[in-house]
């Protein structure tokens, strides 16, 4: 129940294209959604977060939707460039006392030139 | 303003040893989480420690401990290392007491066990 599930493990897309990853969950407990981009050598980077109160958010080229009754939620980045090339986790994770993120397990996304 | 930051950078260690690995939060901020990373079981959720105190901790065994001190900053602590604690150990930090601020990732600990 504490799982989320990312999808796909890779994905190759062309400059200008649309990039789409895709995530899961199960535990309806869980009340905040971030993605987070990651580069060789670096820690995750925020790069968005929605709430399950809305069913969408933009920001510049990335957008978040977000399905509640079918716990899912999926990350777009319009008109992909290669400075895009990154890993990208989906997290989710609900109030306890702190927050605890549960990762997906990431998407390993190429933009080619 | 500084980011997250974590020493040492990367460690080799052989098994049965024990290794402590430094974090220092951005500035302000209280609370600081540990998670570790790996390419089969992806970014795993250690602990969290807020004004010196643990709020909430992972399914990792008692050999991961972790403590945080008055200045916030924090160390965590492998004990009787075996060669599946080989990860990268990524370091946040937050602001506030909500659950809904920002999580600031250090580059991460290295670690290599032989």
């Known amino acids: 129940q504490q799982q989320v599930k990312q999808s796909p493990q890779s994905l190759i897309v062309q400059k200008g294209g649309i990039s789409i990853i895709n995530c899961a969950y199960e535990n309806t407990a869980f009340d905040y959604f971030p993605w987070y981009q990651q580069f060789p050598g670096k820690g995750p980077a925020l790069l968005i977060a929605i709430r399950p109160d809305v069913s969408e958010k933009k920001e510049g080229r990335f957008t978040i939707s977000f399905n509640k009754s079918a716990k899912q939620f999926s990350l777009h980045i319009m008109d992909s460039q290669p400075g895009d090339s990154a890993t990208y986790f989906c997290?989710?994770?609900?109030?306890?006392?702190?927050?605890?993120?549960?990762f997906g397990q990431g998407t390993r996304l190429t933009i080619n030139p | 303003k500084a980011g997250v930051t974590q020493t040492p950078r990367y460690l080799i260690k052989t098994r049965g040893q024990q290794v402590t690995l430094s974090c220092s939060p951005i500035?302000?901020?209280?609370?600081v989480s540990w998670y570790q990373q790996t390419p089969g079981q992806g970014l795993q959720f250690l602990f969290e420690y807020f004004s010196e105190t643990q709020r909430n901790k992972g399914n990792f065994p008692g050999r991961f401990s972790g403590r945080q001190f008055s200045n916030s900053r924090s160390e965590m602590n492998v004990s009787t290392l075996e060669l599946g604690d080989s990860a990268l150990y990524l370091c946040?930090?937050?602001?506030?007491?909500?659950?809904?601020?920002?999580?600031?990732f250090g580059e991460g600990s290295r670690l290599t066990v032989l």
């Open positions: 997290a989710a994770s609900m109030y306890q006392g702190a927050q605890k993120l549960v």
């Open positions: 500035s302000g901020h209280r609370s």
């Open positions: 946040a930090s937050r602001g506030g007491t909500a659950n809904t601020g920002e999580l600031f």
